[in-house]
């Protein structure tokens, strides 16, 4: 594996740490002072236990992670140009992008 390879997550990875959120495993705090309703469209910048992810907000819905950092420093960026379905928002089931948003609203 390369040195690139090695220090990018994968949407999955991602997708796994917003998952534990919705199931109450993983504690996600705002960074910042503007709560998702004053955001209402842009970006989002939550931590979920040294995870730093940046979520769009598009007119209070939630639409898709822009960007990804690790605790351990690797990254994870949004390509507009990737297939769909490698976004980590767009891998959780409907029920746990509904969880989530509710969460990020409560925030």
């Known amino acids: 594996m390369s040195e690139s390879t090695a ?21 996600m705090t705002r960074v910042g002072q503007q709560s998702w309703e004053k955001v209402y469209t842009g970006h989002f910048l939550v931590d979920i236990d040294g995870w730093q ?14 960007e990804c950092i690790s605790p351990d420093g690797r990254r994870w960026s949004f390509n507009s140009g990737d297939r769909f379905g490698t ?14 948003e509710r969460l990020l609203k409560a925030l």
């Open 7 to 27: 220090a990018e997550l994968s949407a999955r990875e991602v997708c796994q740490v917003l998952r534990e959120v919705t199931f109450e495993r993983r504690t």
């Open 87 to 100: 976004d980590p928002v767009a891998l959780l089931s409907t029920w746990e992008h509904q969880t989530l």
């Open 53 to 66: 992810i940046s979520i769009f907000n598009d007119c209070d819905t939630l639409d898709y992670c822009e």
